[in-house]
Nanobody, 126 residues
């Protein structure tokens, strides 16, 4: 069973940057896609970015394209989310999750991911 722990959140001014990390336990991290999602107060959880098991394929939500970059280091069982040019509307709790099916890749569909962590808070001030 793979579990994830997110870290790297914090308070940053608009235009700033943060890098989130998601460390996974278990020996099968490298065969699962990973995804980042976020949930702002009073809103539904939203797709942010995803990466397939090998790191070759990535996808992004429309609101973060060109600003956020997802990457993974399978040797470290870790997936990252580099967030640049942050905006107040990026304020949310950010969650990572792993794909449900080994080697499969479905971008954006929340039901294709599981093993949600506790999340890390990102707050962007204007």
């Amino acid at each position: 069973q793979v579990q994830q722990v997110e870290s790297g959140g914090g308070l940053v001014q608009a235009g700033g940057s943060l890098r989130l990390s998601c460390a996974a336990s278990g020996r099968t991290f490298s065969i699962y896609a990973m995804g980042w999602f976020r949930q702002a107060p009073g809103k539904e959880r939203e797709f942010v970015a995803s990466i397939n098991y090998s790191g070759i394929h990535t996808d992004y939500g429309d609101s973060v394209k060109g600003r956020f970059t997802i990457s993974r280091d399978n040797a470290k069982n870790t997936v990252y989310l580099q967030m640049n040019n942050l905006k107040p509307e990026d304020t949310a709790v950010y969650y990572c999750a792993r794909g449900v099916v080994a080697y499969a890749y479905t971008a954006g569909r929340e039901s294709s991911y599981t093993g949600w962590g506790q999340g890390t808070q990102v707050t962007v001030s204007s």
